[in-house]
């Protein structure tokens, strides 16, 4: 007699466990969900209870009393101060500020509140030390006098940070610090949305107040006291008038970077080379500045410089001459920018200039311009190196492939005009409208040898505003041939879907070893009564290691010098030098 066997087979045990371990799975990253809720919420509770506590501390001390150690207000409370609770570590920081009311005046308006100081206002911040998702909690209150407060000896400062661009910094810490007023001063505060921070019912005094500005990742600003080094600050600590108010500005903003590399003509990296970085800003009429430092580059031939300030700098090197720079110096450092620099190096000579050769208008480097230096003896000629292609006329119309002509271009849609006595471009008009929008293609321009692409520049930066935004628009291409099978238009992801639409765009990186070049214009506008408007357009470039729109002359004899500069399309040029050392000079020339 046969016996049938029943069981599980290999197959249903592991579909079975599958499903067991889904429903597992869900089940604890449910709990974990349910769990973090109660402690986020218990956490919070925890928070919101020593808040409160702080809060009536404050409510309860006198009046006098509330304010920061060696603070503005001063007072008996600690600036930051750690407390636990559940075994769960918070830090706390007390911000007190006086408050000038505007119902009785203000301290330096109509009328003058010679007692600004009305009443104080208290924030208390809270954040846990040790948890993994830190988020900040506050709590706030106004605290006033029984009767009138004030000092008749003390008066107010208004604090005010600015970035590059006049723009106000807010959050930025100002610490500031006085061992002679009265009373002391040791305190750090930040800026309010417009860049201030204002400082009522402070000791008066000339010269009292050491202010420093910062914020992470900036490049921070301060007073100077005047020493052996720095005779005559710039800006010496600040000063503060009884019964009055007196402002400080400080700038500070994003800190830039060089990295810089040295090699001979040939691209060859030269190691262990001393060199000297100057700008231009000062911190004492001396002159001392405020970059002036040496540095040596490695074995590489590499040296990075950081937390530089936004600034014009020139470089100097030891034991070598200067043939030039990629870019040109004098160089402007905008700010949060990582800039490459290439020094190149010759031979060391007793004396050498190199001159750079730039357009007036545009401070771009001008290629092809004929030099000569004449004086002790010395009758040389030689060229400027690359720097920019321009196009400033459009007249001529469409249907010229490569750039011989400057008034003309390869193609357009048919909606845009070039008509314009200037040679200017724009949409095109039907009766009283203006179309919505229009692109052109320009002709083929070829540089000679293989360039890297440093700046996409035009003219004018600005557009109406009726025409909207991003109304002017650019793609660029590159070949190393001048009939590519396709030429590819790319933005600046190198793709095809995005454009260059706001000014002065870094190509580094984009548009490498290539020798021809051509670019697409794409207008719009939001209105039909405005149209943009492109005038000019300048794509600037270097070679490897030829430094654009500059020349070097070395081994010369220290003395005066006569410098002519003749460029097609510009006006002839004579400037007399003095040479002693290794100089560099800036030349401008004028369009005709």
Not at 49 to 74: A, C, K, T
Not at 245 to 259: L, P
Not at 310 to 329: E, K, Q, R, S
Not at 365 to 393: E, H, L, M, N, W
Request: glycine share 8%; proline share 4%; charged share 20%.
């Amino acid at each position: 007699m046969n016996k049938k066997n029943t069981g599980f087979s290999l197959i249903e045990i592991v579909v079975v466990t599958a499903v067991l371990l889904i429903f597992l799975l869900g089940t604890y990253s449910g709990l974990q969900f349910v769990f973090k809720l109660v402690y986020q919420s218990r956490l919070r509770v925890l928070e919101n209870n020593i808040l409160n506590e702080q809060i009536e501390v404050v409510r309860n001390m006198s009046f006098y009393d509330v304010g920061i150690e060696n603070g503005n207000p001063d007072g008996v409370l600690q600036r930051t101060i750690f407390t636990s609770k559940n075994n769960i570590d918070f830090e706390i920081t007390r911000t007190v500020r006086n408050i000038d009311d505007p119902y009785d005046g203000q301290i330096g308006g109509e009328p003058n509140d010679v007692y600004p100081a009305d009443y104080k206002f208290v924030q208390i911040d809270i954040i846990c030390t040790d948890c993994q998702q830190k988020q900040e909690l506050s709590a706030s209150t106004f605290v006033a006098p029984r009767f009138l407060e004030g000092d008749p000896e003390h008066g107010a400062l208004f604090v005010e940070v600015l970035n590059s661009e006049g723009d106000p910094v807010s959050e930025a810490e100002v610490y500031i610090q006085s061992d002679s007023s009265d009373p002391t001063i040791d305190m750090v505060d930040t800026t309010d949305n417009d860049g201030m921070l204002r400082l009522l019912d402070l000791g008066a005094g000339i010269d009292l107040y050491n202010i420093e500005v910062s914020k992470a990742g900036f490049v921070s600003d301060r007073t100077y006291a005047s020493s052996t080094e720095i005779l005559d600050p710039i800006k010496p600590p600040a000063t503060v008038v009884a019964q009055d108010a007196r402002e400080i500005s400080f700038s500070i903003d994003q800190a830039s970077s060089f990295k810089i590399n040295t090699t001979d003509a040939n691209c060859l990296s030269l190691s262990s080379v001393s060199a000297n970085i100057l700008g231009t800003k000062l911190i004492a009429s001396a002159p001392v500045f405020r970059v002036n430092q040496d540095f040596v580059t490695d074995f590489l031939g590499e040296y990075d410089l950081s937390n530089l300030v936004w600034d014009n700098y020139a470089f100097h090197v030891y034991n070598y001459d200067l043939l030039g720079t990629i870019p040109a110096t004098p160089l402007y450092l905008s700010a949060g920018v990582n800039q490459d620099v290439k020094l190149v190096l010759g031979p060391n000579t007793d004396n050498s200039i190199v001159l750079v050769v730039q357009d007036s208008a545009t401070n771009q480097p001008v290629s092809g311009a004929s030099v000569r230096i004449d004086g002790q003896g010395i009758d040389q000629t030689k060229s400027t190196g690359v720097g920019f292609v321009r196009q400033g006329d459009w007249s001529g119309g469409s249907g010229q492939q490569f750039f011989v002509q400057d008034n003309k271009y390869w193609s357009d849609d048919g909606k845009i005009e070039n008509s314009d006595p200037a040679g200017s471009i724009k949409l095109k008009k039907v009766g009283e409208s203006y179309v919505s929008s229009g692109f052109l293609e320009s002709s083929v321009f070829d540089l000679g040898t293989e360039v890297n692409l440093v700046n996409l520049i035009w003219e004018p930066l600005s557009q109406a505003v009726e025409t909207g935004d991003s109304s002017v628009r650019w793609q660029l291409a590159g070949s190393t041939t001048s009939t590519p099978e396709d030429w590819n238009f790319v933005g600046p992801d190198n793709t095809a879907t995005t454009y260059f639409d706001s000014s002065d765009y870094d190509l580094s990186g984009v548009f490498d070893n290539n020798r021809y070049f051509r670019y697409r214009l794409f207008l719009n506008t939001d209105s039909t009564t405005s149209t943009p408007t492109i005038s000019d357009v300048f794509i600037t470039y270097t070679t490897q290691c030829t430094p654009p729109g500059q020349v070097y002359f070395g081994d010369i004899l220290a003395g005066d010098y006569v410098v002519s500069v003749n460029k097609d399309g510009y006006l002839p040029t004579q400037e007399n030098i003095s040479v002693s050392d290794d100089m560099i000079f800036s030349i401008d020339l004028n369009s005709l």
